[in-house]
């Protein structure tokens, strides 16, 4: 592995979702923005719903991330959660409707479960912002 690279692994309970040296990984931890390059001390966070952005010698893609953790080391970068898209992998039609659907219930407000849709409209936001459409 060249130095200026760091191995990315995403792993989900039912596969290995991405694995590939990268530039640099920027996620979303529940206290802030984390950018891990090559060479990065070790640490561990929470990750919060949000699309990390992987950074490549030919660009950036975004991973449509639902929590977990991420641990650090100098050489790796490992995230595991319980549920992480490629953008080719993701449904636009179907994140689009489930935005909708959780936007009507947040407006109504009446017997929802405010809490519930508050997390299904930002797990639909962010597979619509890994996909590339907001």
Do not use: C
């Amino acid at each position: 592995m060249s130095v200026n690279k760091i191995k990315l692994d995403i792993v989900t309970p039912e596969r290995v979702t991405y694995s590939e040296n990268v530039n640099m990984v920027i996620a979303r931890a529940v206290d802030g923005d984390v950018g891990i390059l090559p060479g990065h001390a070790p640490m561990i966070a929470a990750l919060d719903t949000w699309p990390m952005r992987v950074l490549r010698d030919d660009g950036e893609i975004k991973i449509a991330i639902s929590g977990g953790f991420l641990e650090a080391r100098p050489k790796k970068v490992t995230i595991l959660t319980n549920s992480a898209e490629l953008p080719s992998e993701i449904d636009v039609k179907r994140a689009q409707a489930a935005k909708e659907r959780a936007e009507s219930r947040l407006k109504s407000k009446e017997g929802v479960d405010i809490e519930r849709a508050e997390i299904a409209l930002k797990k639909a936001t962010t597979r619509l912002q890994a996909a590339g459409k907001t």
